[in-house]
């Protein structure tokens, strides 16, 4: 029987400090959440991503559930950086904990001008660098699926900022660490991913796909073993801390993530099942800590071991 009482949570993000591994992923939960639950007990909080200009997104329909999972062609809908700034970015400062903002762009300059915008606030933790959008027609996809393109973005954000820089990787690539070994060299202070698999669904009956943007990104438990083992992958590439995403829907999934390299987890779409899910989770890591006579779950951090 186990006599840990009080296991540590706490990891540390390049500067970003949460008190436990557990964010929610850009796009999947939002502020009326704070409605019914308590925001600071998350290690962090992620809001919608954010562009230089307000978008209305893709036409709908823009959204499918598809087996274990779903696809989306949001396009990026936001009010843009300067309404975030001054309606939204506030409601956020009375939690006590560190505030990360998704940014897209489509050029290394416009990156960086979000970047210097987001720095002036003094009020945020961290930028994630979005270059892994798989549902718009130009822009991130591009950056996050060439290694030149990502080393430009974030050489141009790291100019720009002396906030943690996070860059957001795409799956929908030959060779997940050739990419994550580039955001590393270019200034990246840590990685997360995976972003959404490029998809499609189409209705057999109307002979027309379900979605008007044609493709998607899936998201949800169906992506979870690709999103594992490239966050493996990541861990044994490159040096920096890697928060690992991708069909998380339980503390074991979340282990699994952080077995493999991840520092700290994001839950995504699970938000839409079950609002409460990333708090659960929390809890589910600590009991696990406590079950396994864990002290600290830094511990556990690539543990994985070979049958």
């Known amino acids: 029987m186990s006599t840990l009482a009080k296991p540590n949570l706490s990891v540390q993000v390049s500067g970003i400090k949460m008190k436990n591994p557990v964010t929610v992923a850009s796009g ?37 559930e598809t087996p274990s999972g779903m696809l989306n062609a949001i396009g990026l809908q936001n009010p843009g950086i300067d309404h975030f700034i001054k309606e ?10 560190p505030i990360i903002i998704n940014i897209s762009a489509e050029s290394a300059e416009e990156y960086a001008l979000l970047a210097e915008k987001l720095t002036a606030t003094g009020k945020i933790t961290g930028i994630e660098i979005n270059v892994s959008c798989p549902n718009l027609k130009r822009g991130g996809f591009q950056f996050g699926s060439d290694p030149k393109e990502t080393e430009k973005v974030v050489k141009a954000v790291r100019k720009a900022t002396d906030l943690t820089i996070i860059t957001k990787l795409t799956p929908n690539v030959t060779d997940i660490m050739e990419i994550a070994k580039a955001a590393e060299g270019a200034g990246s202070d840590a990685i997360s991913l ?5 998809g499609t669904s189409i209705d057999v009956k109307t002979r027309k796909f379900h979605l008007a943007n044609v493709t998607g990104g899936l998201s949800g438990p169906a992506v979870k073993p690709v999103a594992v083992r490239m966050v493996w992958q990541c861990f044994n590439a490159v040096k920096i801390p890697i928060i690992g995403m991708g069909g998380i829907s339980n503390a074991n999934d979340a282990l699994e993530f952080i077995l493999a390299g991840a520092t700290a987890v994001a839950v995504g779409t699970y938000n839409f099942v079950n609002p409460r899910s990333p708090f659960e989770i929390i809890e589910g890591i600590k009991n696990y800590l406590i079950e396994n006579n864990i002290a600290d779950i830094n511990d556990l951090r690539g543990a994985v071991e070979t049958v």
């Open 194 to 198: 995976i972003n959404t698999l490029l």
């Open 28 to 64: 999947t939960f939002g502020l009326q959440s704070d409605n019914y639950f308590d925001l600071s007990v998350l290690g962090a909080v992620v809001p919608k991503g954010i562009t230089l200009n307000p978008k209305e997104g893709n036409k709908p329909p823009r959204t499918i």
């Open 88 to 97: 939204v970015l506030p409601r956020y400062e009375k939690f006590d904990i």
